[in-house]
């Protein structure tokens, strides 16, 4: 089971920090991605990172802003959101792979095998 957690309301501009925390089994040696769905749209791939963290991958839309990391000691997955802006605006979801990185794979929500329950980030312009 995945946890989601951290989102809320914040001015264009500022930072939040999800967390994604997996309960009753290890993420281990599993991929971890992060999606969003705003209003009124599909949800979409936000970040993706392999076991160990060597490896991340992020849309366009948020490179440069966001930085996934995990800490698989505490079987967490994070997603540090700097620059917020209005458009930011979606629930976000965490999911989990139960395989290695796969570079084709990991944008493709139907890949995963677990999903959180989504945490509400609203950006404020």
């Known amino acids: 089971q995945l946890q989601a957690s951290g989102g809320g309301l914040v001015q264009a501009g500022g930072s939040l920090r999800l967390s994604c925390a997996a309960s009753?089994?290890?993420?281990?040696?599993?991929?971890m991605g992060w999606f969003r769905q705003a209003p009124g749209k599909e949800r979409e791939f936000v970040a993706a990172?392999?076991?160990?963290?060597?490896?991340?991958l992020y849309t366009d839309a948020v490179k440069g802003r966001f930085t996934i990391s995990r800490d698989d000691a505490k079987n967490t997955v994070y997603l540090q959101m700097n620059s917020l802006k209005s458009e930011d605006t979606a629930v976000y979801y965490c999911?989990?792979?139960?395989?290695?990185?796969?570079?084709?794979?990991?944008?493709?929500?139907?890949?995963?095998?677990?999903w959180g329950q989504g945490t509400q980030v609203t950006v404020s312009s």
């Open positions: 999911a989990a792979k139960m395989a290695l990185y796969s570079r084709s794979k990991v944008t493709d929500q139907g890949w995963y095998d677990y």
């Open positions: 009753g089994r290890t993420l281990s040696p599993g991929t």
């Open positions: 990172i392999s076991w160990g963290g060597e490896l991340t």
